[in-house]
């Protein structure tokens, strides 16, 4: 007998980030040179005070269940960072922890959605909140951002979606420091947003998981704009600001009936997040509020070698004829419109998309990138500068040579 899938399960492929990193490492396993862009994390260790608390966890017995929402301490200390960084104050029965913020993000849209309803959801943008979206039943109606403005989400953009919407758009989900742009909000254009939001009686999730990775200026909660505290859900994690994506801990801060609905939906699924990875992120947070000197150094170490190759990356990039990209003011990765090369060709062969570009400089170059129309976007391509200096000068000189 054979198995049918559902309808629902026949829907969603497999996550095209992940996809394409798996696909590197067979190939990699098969013995080929390739140096990697794709990855969506960081190439550094967990810092050691936080691997530390990990082991600890496990020597003093903290391997049971947790409550659903996390453990007291956590909580507690998800709370201090938001009020300290942020600006948000939350109460205790307002905050929520899961299996990496994508365990928070899907339990808030099945908690939102109901069938039909439309979510906005910048383009392009992280591939899983649409599949989220679609498996919580609802419809994505994309709210288009272009490289012409910086990649810069407007009020207008956002008019004109939720007119398309016709009278359908209930959420919208916000993502900055943007994946995969680097696009960082402006305080101005969140309170523009959230004016909007308002007047539309939007919620909003606010995927703010890569804020501590930016570069060039000050980074803004949506939640802290005038009026978007109650109908905000501000997701972050321990993944990406202290290398930690294998530890898998993600938080959210929101209205309390949101919160209250998801933990009862997460204590139907995955329940609480791991017991030992818990008391690892209530290190990292407390001991980065708290400004602990090793903590800050080992921090703007990570800042430092960040800004040093997106710039060697940045300059690399735009001294390929063909090649366009708006600089990234955050998280890690650069997104270059590729499209002039269209119908000309890359290694040995002719391309005619971002997927058979991302397949010839992998297969011919050996580099690793992932296709924008991943993202939505299929005239680009994203390149993660999570590398040492020493692999992305490698991975430059491959892709100058192979679009030659
Ligand atoms: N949001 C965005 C925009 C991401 O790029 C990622 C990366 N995986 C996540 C959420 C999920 O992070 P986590 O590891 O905490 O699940
Ligand atoms: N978010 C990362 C990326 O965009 C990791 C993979 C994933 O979770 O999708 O590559």
Known sequence: MSVRLSRLAQRIGHSGTMAADERMQRLRAAGRDIVSLGAGQLDFDTPAPIAHAGRAAIDEGLTR??????????????????????????????????????????HALLALVDPDDVVLVPSPAWPSYASMVSLAGGRVVPVPIEAASGYRLTAAALERAIAAANGRARGLILNSPHNPTGAVMSAADQAAIARVASSADLWVVSDEIYEHLTYDGPFASFAAAPGALERTLTVNG???????????????????????????????????????????????????????????????????????????????????????????????????????????????????????????????????????????????????????????????????????
Not at 74 to 89: D, M, P, Q
Not at 309 to 328: F, Q, T, Y
Request: with cysteine; net charge neutral.
């Open 65 to 106: 269940y947790t409550p659903v929402a996390g453990t007291p301490a956590l909580r507690g200390a998800v709370r201090l960072k938001f009020e300290r960084e942020n600006g948000l104050v939350y109460g205790d029965d307002q905050v929520i922890v899961g299996a990496g913020a994508k365990a928070v993000i899907f």
């Open 238 to 404: 321990v993944s990406k600001a202290f290398a930690m994506t294998g530890w898998r801990i993600g938080y959210g801060g929101g209205p309390a009936p949101l919160v209250r609905s998801m933990e009862a939906l997460q204590s139907h699924t995955s329940g609480n997040a791991s017991s030992i990875a818990q008391h690892a992120a209530e290190t990292a947070l407390r001991l980065t509020v708290e400004g602990d000197p090793a903590m800050t150094a080992e921090r703007a170490r990570f800042r430092a070698a960040l800004i040093e190759r997106r710039d060697m990356m940045c300059a690399a990039l735009a001294a390929i004829p063909g090649v366009s990209l708006v600089k990234p003011g955050g998280a890690f990765y650069v997104f270059a419109d590729v499209s002039r090369r269209f119908g000309g060709p890359v290694g040995g062969r002719t391309v005619t998309s971002s997927s058979e570009l991302a397949d010839a400089l992998l297969e011919d170059a050996g580099v690793a990138v992932v296709p924008g129309a991943v993202f939505g976007d299929d005239r680009a391509i994203r390149m993660s500068f999570a590398s040492s200096i020493e692999e992305l000068a490698a991975a430059m000189a491959r892709i100058r040579a192979a679009l030659a």
